[in-house]
C-alpha cells in the first residue's frame, strides 16, 4: 500500500468511481467538486453526482438547484467539463420500474398514491439501494461506440458515521432478490463498489475529533472489503512562525520586546498596531499549529496517501474551487 503522505498513486487514478466522504462540516461538498474539476483537467468529461438532497453542488457553482438530470455546469482547463446530477430516490425508483418491467405508466401511478414514499420509509435501505444503483448506472453508461459517457464518476456520499452502511446496503438486495432484472442489476452494484474501479476519499480536517472519525471510518472500510482511497485535509491553516519557535509561542513564552523591535524596524508604532494583541494572536496560532501537528501524527495510524487543500480566507465560491482544483493537480490528480 502507499505510504502515508505521498499523495495521488496509479492505483487511485484507474478508479471510475471516485466516492468523497467525511464527518458534517468538514466540507467534503467543496472537496467533492473541486477533485471533480480536477480530474476534468485536460480534456476529461466527469459527472459530480450528489444524493443528500441538499443541493450542495448547485450552491457552489451559483447554478439552480439541480434537476434529476445530468447538465453541464464548469469547464475545466485543457477542455474539459464537469457534468453534475441530483439523484432523488422516487424519480430513481421510478426509473427503475421503466427500465426492469416496463411500468412507466404503473410508476406514475404509484407517485399519486404515495405508494414510494410508503415503500422508502418502510424498508429505508430501499433508498440507499436506488441512490448506489443510479451512481452504477452511471459508471457503467457507454455510447454508440462502446466508450464510457464519462471517463471518471465522483459522488458527494453521505458522511463517514454512515458511509459503509450506505455503500454496502445493496448486499443485502442482492440476498432478498433471487431471480430477475433487479438481482443482476443490485450483483454489479456490489462489484463495482467492491473492485479497484471505485475509491472511497475521507475529508478531513486536522483537528482531534475528525480525524479519529477519519480513522474509525477506514477501520470500517477495511473490514466491509471497500477500498480507501485518500485522506484529503481540507483547510490546512500554514505555520507562520520558525519550527523552533512554535513550542514555546504555545506556552505563552512570546518576547514582546522582539516583536516590539520588529515592529519599530519596520516603521510602525507598537501601540498603534496593538502590541499585545499580535502577541495574543502569535499564541493563538502557536496552539493551532501544535493541534495540526498532533492531528498528522494521529492520521499516521492508517496508510492512506495524502492530499492537502488550503484554508480560504475569502470563503468557498467558483474561483476558490478552481484553485482548490488546481491545487488538486498539483499533487498528481489526473
Known amino acids: 500500500m502507499t505510504t502515508a503522505g505521498s499523495g495521488w498513486n496509479d492505483t487511485i487514478a484507474r ?7 467525511g464527518k458534517g462540516g468538514t466540507g467534503k461538498t467543496t472537496v467533492a467538486a473541486a477533485l471533480a474539476l480536477a480530474l476534468a483537467t485536460g480534456g476529461r468529461r466527469i459527472l459530480l453526482i450528489e444524493v443528500e438532497g441538499r443541493q450542495g453542488v448547485a450552491q457552489l457553482f451559483d447554478t439552480a438547484p439541480l434537476p434529476y438530470a445530468e447538465q453541464r455546469i464548469a469547464a475545466a482547463p485543457g477542455g474539459g467539463e464537469v ?4 439523484v432523488d430516490a422516487e424519480a ?7 427500465m426492469f418491467y416496463n411500468l412507466g405508466f404503473a410508476g406514475r401511478t404509484l407517485r399519486r398514491m404515495g405508494a414510494i414514499e410508503f415503500a422508502t420509509t418502510i424498508a429505508p435501505g430501499l433508498r440507499d439501494v436506488l441512490l448506489t444503483g443510479k451512481v452504477k448506472e452511471c459508471v457503467g453508461r457507454t455510447d454508440e461506440h462502446g466508450r464510457h459517457v464519462y471517463d471518471a464518476v465522483v459522488l458527494d456520499a453521505p458522511p463517514t458515521g454512515r458511509i459503509v452502511k450506505f455503500l454496502d446496503v445493496t448486499r443485502a438486495m442482492v440476498d432478498l432478490a433471487k431471480v430477475g432484472p433487479i438481482k443482476g442489476h443490485s450483483e454489479g452494484v456490489v462489484r463495482l463498489l467492491h473492485s479497484g474501479d471505485t475509491a472511497v476519499h475521507l475529508v478531513t480536517l486536522l483537528e482531534e475529533m475528525p ?41 505563552g513564552r512570546v518576547d514582546a520586546g522582539r516583536v516590539r523591535g520588529g ?32 492531528a498528522r501524527d494521529q492520521l499516521g495510524e492508517v496508510d492512506l496517501p495524502i492530499l492537502e ?26
Open 15 to 21: 478508479a471510475r468511481l471516485h466516492v468523497v466522504t
Open 83 to 86: 457534468r453534475a446530477l441530483h
Open 92 to 98: 430513481a425508483l421510478l426509473e427503475y420500474f421503466t
Open 211 to 251: 480525524v479519529r472519525e477519519t480513522i474509525e471510518a477506514v477501520a470500517e472500510l477495511d473490514g466491509a472489503e471497500l477500498r480507501p482511497g485518500a485522506a484529503i485535509l481540507n483547510r490546512v491553516r500554514p505555520s507562520r512562525l520558525p519550527a523552533r519557535s512554535v513550542t514555546s509561542a504555545a506556552g
Open 263 to 294: 515592529l519599530t524596524a519596520a516603521g510602525l508604532d507598537p501601540v498603534a498596531a496593538g502590541l499585545d494583541g499580535l502577541v495574543a494572536e502569535t499564541v493563538e496560532h502557536a496552539v493551532q499549529v501544535q493541534a495540526q501537528r498532533r
Open 309 to 334: 487543500l488550503p484554508e480560504s480566507n475569502d470563503g468557498v465560491d467558483i474561483a476558490a474551487l478552481y484553485e482548490f482544483a488546481e491545487a488538486l493537480v498539483d499533487q498528481g490528480v489526473c
